[in-house]
């Protein structure tokens, strides 16, 4: 049985390949940390019923470790 191969894993291939493979209804040939990874960056758009990508807000706050004095 062939070992398979490791693939490396970039930018390109989160945020394109594996959505266009959700897109194209072949998730099932994803791996399941990729799976798992998409459902918690993901979530389907109710009134269009395509993917888009949830975005943290984060509140920065620049000053926090400076003297304002």
Same mark, same amino acid.
């Given at each position: +049985?062939?070992? @398979? !191969?490791? *693939? @490396? $894993?970039c930018? +390109?291939?989160? /945020?394109? /390949?594996?959505?266009? %493979?959700?897109?194209?209804? !072949?998730? #099932?040939?994803?791996?399941?940390?990729?799976? @798992?990874?998409? $459902? $918690? #960056?993901?979530?389907?758009? &109710?009134?269009? %019923?395509? /993917? !888009?990508r *949830? &975005?943290? $807000?984060?509140?920065?706050? *620049?000053? @926090?470790?400076?003297?304002?004095?």
């Open positions: +049985m062939k070992q @398979r !191969k490791e *693939i @490396r $894993k930018g +390109m291939y989160y /945020y394109v /390949y594996i959505p266009s %493979m959700y897109s194209q209804g !072949k998730e #099932n040939q994803l791996d399941k940390e990729d799976r @798992r990874w998409f $459902k $918690k #960056n993901y979530e389907r758009d &109710t009134e269009t %019923m395509d /993917y !888009k *949830i &975005t943290e $807000k984060r509140n920065v706050n *620049i000053f @926090r470790e400076k003297n304002n004095g």
